[in-house]
């Protein structure tokens, strides 16, 4: 029987719990959709073609930012995900430098060290939630501590990223005051790093990141650097919280997967691998034509808006075999769920290096750690893509 496609793709629309039988339907029966002047691709070869050819880019800043938000505006402008080469290329490399496998291999037990005390503060607790208690905190200390970011100013820190990112596109459908939000955000964040790179001028000897970039800079560049550090802050906040908090629930949904990385905690890294995949934190991402294209008897004009749905791709059976299944031990290392081409994710190393680790000392230092009898509720985001809150009890059923 011919299974009728629904109507036009609409974000408000995907059920945010598990958006993925919707995604299959599409890229069984239209995976190259068009809806209100977007191109929606569901399939991995597609999402691999536009991503890491050089026909597609970000252009410019999105022009949806209004003129009463200038500071959100000058902000996001900086931005490298807003960026193509060559400004991309040239911000892109004050930055890679910290996010080599070398120098994340001697994070590692700092980030060891952090995740564990925010587990042995949660073993504390009769129920929690994890999002607040561990997913969302860990990624803020690690970053902060790159940045050279005192402790004090790390709860201060998390909540500016949390109101930055009320700027995305299905935020801001939700919430009529979201763009003032984060342009309040971005002006306090902008303060706040505009006084910490005098900081570092007038003092010798820090070794942090954004003493690094200070002195990789060109001249009179501050408005980039004040820009990158912002990006840094938010870009890896929420997604590395998705992170933790979708991976703990897919471990928890399939018990034997469970098990077995309790068994074999050695598969660990290839573990979050396949958790990025199986249910990516970040669902979707855009580029635009930079000339006419053909993808699966489609033509996309130039200057088209194209939207690649990652968590689909990473569905995709050509490419994933049982790929609604969660198997640890699956060489998932081909998922789009970090990005493909010139942008795949700079900070991807130390994603993966938090998720490891963070999952690793939840299941040691909490062996009975089960799930809350309250439904899970997700952030309303088909786009940075995760639980808003996740109780726990970390002591196993009462």
């Known amino acids: 029987m011919t299974v009728q496609t629904p109507g036009p793709f609409r974000t408000a629309d995907v059920p945010l719990a598990d958006p993925y039988p919707l995604y299959r339907h599409y890229r069984e029966h239209d995976p190259v959709h068009r809806a209100d002047d977007t191109w929606y691709l569901f399939r991995h070869d597609d999402v691999a073609h536009v991503l890491t050819g050089r026909g597609y880019g970000r252009g410019a800043l999105p022009s949806r930012i209004p003129g009463t938000c200038p500071h959100l505006k000058r902000t996001?402008?900086?931005?490298?995900?807003?960026?193509d080469p060559p400004e991309h290329t040239r911000v892109r490399a004050l930055v890679a430098k910290?996010?080599?496998p070398r120098i994340v291999e001697g994070l590692?037990?700092?980030i060891r060290e952090l995740a564990a005390g925010l587990v042995a503060e949660l073993g504390t607790e009769r129920e929690a939630d994890l999002v607040d208690r561990f997913a969302a905190p860990l990624p803020i200390l690690v970053i902060s501590e790159l940045l050279g970011v005192p402790r004090s100013d790390r709860p201060w820190f998390r909540a500016r990223a949390v109101d930055l990112q009320q700027a995305t596109s299905s935020r801001v459908?939700?919430?009529?005051d979201a763009f003032r939000v984060a342009d309040d955000a971005a002006r306090e964040l902008d303060a706040y790093f505009r006084e910490e790179l005098g900081r570092r001028r007038s003092t010798e000897g820090r070794d942090d990141l954004i003493a690094a970039m200070l002195a990789?800079?060109?001249?009179?560049?501050?408005?980039?650097?004040?820009?990158?550090?912002?990006?840094?802050?938010t870009a890896g906040h929420e997604t590395t919280t998705n992170l933790l908090g979708k991976g703990l629930l897919a471990l928890m949904a399939h018990p034997d997967q469970l098990a077995l990385l309790r068994e074999r905690p050695e598969l660990l890294p290839a573990a979050v691998e396949e958790l990025v995949r199986?249910?990516?934190?970040?669902?979707?991402?855009?580029?635009?034509?930079?000339?006419?294209?053909g993808i699966g008897g489609r033509t996309i004009k130039k200057g088209e808006k194209v939207t690649m749905v990652l968590g689909s791709a990473n569905r995709d059976p050509a490419h994933f075999p049982d790929p609604d299944h969660l198997d640890i031990r699956r060489d998932a290392r081909r998922h789009a769920g970090f990005g493909m081409g010139i942008h795949y994710c700079v900070g991807a190393p130390l994603a993966r290096a938090e998720?490891?680790?963070?999952?690793g000392e939840l299941l040691r230092g909490l062996p009975h750690l089960t799930l809350g009898d309250e439904p899970v509720r997700y952030a309303e985001d088909l786009v940075f893509h995760g639980p808003a809150r996740l109780m726990v009890r970390p002591g196993g059923a009462p």
């Open 216 to 233: 990789a800079a060109e001249p009179a560049d501050d408005d980039t650097l004040v820009g990158t550090c912002i990006h840094l802050l």
């Open 98 to 100: 910290a996010f080599t």
């Open 108 to 110: 590692r037990p700092r």
């Open 173 to 176: 459908a939700r919430r009529p």
């Open 278 to 293: 199986y249910d990516s934190p970040v669902q979707m991402i855009s580029r635009w034509a930079h000339r006419d294209d």
């Open 355 to 359: 998720a490891e680790l963070g999952l």
């Open 76 to 83: 996001a402008s900086h931005w490298m995900v807003f960026m």
